[in-house]
């Protein structure tokens, strides 16, 4: 069966090879698992608790409609990252069965009620919209495309939306990321603007960046001695988080286990969080990322 779905579940396997495998949890839609031919690409914390009370730190948590905590008035009620990583997504079911191709989706009816009716601040009503999120498992690469609908009749919304990957490396300190110089950067540690000078990112202490409007034809990879073990292709998602938490953060982090995990994961999050997408009465928004093995090294010229 390439497309399973147990209550809390679905699982998709590529037909051409069993141990190509993806697992998504419902609560969150949080792609929880990747392998291909066996080998897991994502990073998640070991003994993850994945019981639909907590976010799951790893895999791909979904943000949306606001990334990290903002001050900006109809979203300063709502905790870091809004509301999708922290709701039962409605399993839609299979779009395709080759490649594997599945679909879920959220409304006000799944949505943690607690934390949804925070976004857009005092208004009479609660915003209508709607997320459908498909997730297509190829022989080598995972497509994840996000569309948000605005299910208002008069009334525009503003919003983010962010795949925060955890990717898994073998090695943090041997790990590069590369097509990110001459790009204009928020240093969400230093809380400065700045262009990256360096040739490639590197990781020897805490980073928090987020990349603003990155071309989305350059690809991004992430380099371990010399091979590019993952690339990340994007459509309409302008921003790049690069995020790596490091020694203290990962301490006071209490559900960071093992302590030295962050040694084995980059984040590397295609998003749109620069600025908010504004969308009209009964408008739609589309963006996807494709994430991929191991590809020759490409650069793209600045
Ligand atoms: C990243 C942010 O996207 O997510 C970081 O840039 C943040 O600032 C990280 O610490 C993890 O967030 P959370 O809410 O899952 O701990």
Excluded at 87 to 100: A, N, Q, R
Excluded at 174 to 187: A, F
């Amino acid at each position: 069966m390439p497309i399973t779905s147990t209550e809390t579940h679905v699982i998709l396997t590529h037909p051409d090879d069993e141990s190509t495998e993806l697992q998504i949890l419902k609560y969150g839609a949080t792609v929880v698992s990747w392998k291909i031919h066996g080998e897991e690409q994502l990073w998640l914390l070991e003994g993850a608790k994945l019981d639909g009370l907590r976010p799951v730190r790893g895999g791909v948590p979904l943000v949306f409609p606001v990334f990290g905590k903002s001050s900006k008035a109809g979203f300063d009620q709502l905790p870091q990252h809004g509301f999708a990583r922290n709701s039962e997504w409605d399993f839609l079911g299979v779009t395709s069965s080759d490649p594997p191709t599945v679909q879920l989706a959220l409304s006000p009816e799944e949505a943690n009620p607690d934390i949804y009716q925070k976004w857009g601040g005092e208004k009479e009503e609660n915003y209508n919209f709607l997320v459908f999120v498909t997730v297509e498992l190829g022989a080598q690469s995972m497509k994840m495309s996000v569309e948000v609908q605005n299910r208002e009749p008069e009334r525009v919304f503003n919003f983010n939306w962010l795949f925060h990957t955890y990717l898994r490396v073998p090695d943090i300190e041997d790990t590069l990321v590369t097509n990110l110089p001459g790009e204009k950067c928020y240093d969400q540690l230093l809380k400065e603007s700045y262009e990256e000078k360096a040739p490639a990112v590197q990781f020897h202490q805490e980073t928090d960046r987020i990349y603003i409007n990155v071309d989305t034809k350059k690809d991004l990879q992430v380099v371990h001695l010399g091979k590019a073990i993952h690339t990340i292709k994007r459509d309409n998602l302008p921003d790049v988080v690069v995020w790596n938490p490091w020694i203290e953060k990962s301490k006071g982090m209490g559900d960071f286990e093992p302590k030295d995990g962050y040694k084995h994961m980059v984040c590397v999050e295609a998003g749109k969080v620069g600025e908010f997408v504004e969308l009209g009465p009964m408008g739609i928004w589309k963006a996807s990322q494709e994430l991929k093995g191991g590809e020759d090294i490409k650069l793209h010229a600045v």
